[in-house]
């Protein structure tokens, strides 16, 4: 079993910065890929970047430029910059690993004003 932790979250005036982190703790084998969700109320559930073991990285086209996912594995640890954040960046963000098998974080909230 593996454990996600998340932290970061946050409120943020439009236009702002956080930093999203994931740490994973348990009985690890080999994660891969990590990354990171997010879910707006009414909405489902989209993907916003995620990382593979080899450093290659996805973006969801909402975040493209502005976000940044980086993964330091010797803490088996993600982290996700978010720049220039919008209003519609809002939701609760989630951790997402695969290692033989599908784990979640709990989620963090993150709020931004305009």
């Known amino acids: 079993q593996v454990q996600l932790v998340e932290s970061g979250g946050g409120l943020v005036q439009a236009g702002g910065s956080l930093r999203l982190s994931c740490a994973a703790s348990?009985?690890?084998?080999?994660?891969?890929?990590m990354g990171w969700y997010r879910q707006a109320p009414g909405k489902q559930r989209e993907l916003v970047a995620a990382?593979?073991?080899?450093?290659?990285?996805n973006y969801g086209d909402s975040v493209k430029g502005r976000f940044t996912i980086s993964r330091e594995d010797g803490k088996n640890t993600v982290y996700l910059q978010m720049n220039n954040l919008k209003p519609e960046d809002t939701a609760v963000y989630y951790c997402?690993?695969?290692?033989?098998?599908?784990?979640w974080g709990q989620g963090t909230q993150v709020t931004v004003s305009s």
């Open positions: 990382i593979a073991s080899s450093g290659k990285t």
């Open positions: 997402y690993a695969n290692d033989v098998g599908d784990y």
């Open positions: 348990g009985t690890i084998f080999s994660i891969n890929p």
